[in-house]
T-cell receptor, first 113, second 113 residues
Framework: GAGVSQSPSNKVTEKGKDVELRCDPI?????LYWYRQRLGQGLEFLIY????????KSGLPSDRFSAERTGESVSTLTIQRTQQEDSAVYLC???????????FGNGTRLTVT | AQSVSQHNHHVILSEAASLELGCNYS??????LFWYVQYPGQHLQLLLK??????LVKGIKGFEAEFIKSKFSFNLRKPSVQWSDTAEYFC???????????FGSGTRLSIRP
């Protein structure tokens, strides 16, 4: 497809379980971002990948959160030992390079029960 | 570190009214500025952007924004809103070509038909 693809679209998990969220960016896009959007709130920056540079992890809220990206392709966001406050929509976006506008996916809605 | 403030949480207007949504950023150097829009049930999409040059930038659907460096502002305007402009609007800033993009908390715009 031509857009950013995220999976799953919805995820319900029990408190304490680990979850893995996936993002397929647009082909050729070197920059990839993860954001979190809690209900009724804005986008909270989590992590930024740019090419082969070290990722900017300054937005990750705790050491339970981690993300990886293989080259300039798929990225996974992992949340360990999920808590109820992790419930949110997790958005992935990619851009051609660090100076270009973002293209967003539809997000993964995570619900921790 | 850069930050963005959107002071209007929810704006309600009648059709044909004029719109101005405030956005102020905090960053000491060169910035790239963006407005993104999220229509109900859709993913975020770019409305307009400022990188350099003319501080008055025009975007899609009749929107425009003015970069005022001395005020650290990038307010969004539209002379006459339509019901279809009902959406959430996000201002965003990037402090340099290689750094993360930070979003404001968003402004929900409701248009009365």
């Amino acid at each position: 497809g031509a857009g950013v693809s995220q999976s799953p679209s919805n995820k319900v998990t029990e408190k304490g379980k680990d979850v893995e969220l996936r993002c397929d960016p647009i082909s050729g896009h070197t920059a990839l971002y993860w954001y979190r959007q809690r209900l009724g709130q804005g986008l909270e920056f989590l992590i930024y990948f740019q090419g082969n540079s070290a990722p900017d992890k300054s937005g990750l809220p705790s050491d339970r959160f981690s993300a990886e990206r293989t080259g300039e392709s798929v990225s996974t966001l992992t949340i360990q030992r999920t808590q109820q406050e992790d419930s949110a929509v997790y958005l992935c976006a990619s851009s051609l390079d660090g100076g270009s506008p973002l293209h967003f996916g539809n997000g993964t809605r995570l619900t921790v029960t | 570190a850069q930050s963005v403030s959107q002071h209007n949480h929810h704006v309600i207007l009648s059709e044909a009214a004029s719109l101005e949504l405030g956005c102020n950023y905090s960053y000491g150097g060169t910035v790239n500025l963006f407005w993104y829009v999220q229509y109900p049930g859709q993913h975020l999409q770019l409305l307009l952007k400022y990188f350099s040059g003319d501080p008055l930038v025009k975007g899609i659907k009749g929107f425009e924004a003015e970069f005022i460096k001395s005020k650290f502002s990038f307010n969004l305007r539209k002379p006459s809103v339509q019901w279809s402009d009902t959406a959430e609007y996000f201002c965003a800033v990037r402090g340099s070509s290689a750094s993360k993009i930070i979003f404001g908390s968003g402004t929900r715009l409701s248009i009365r038909p």
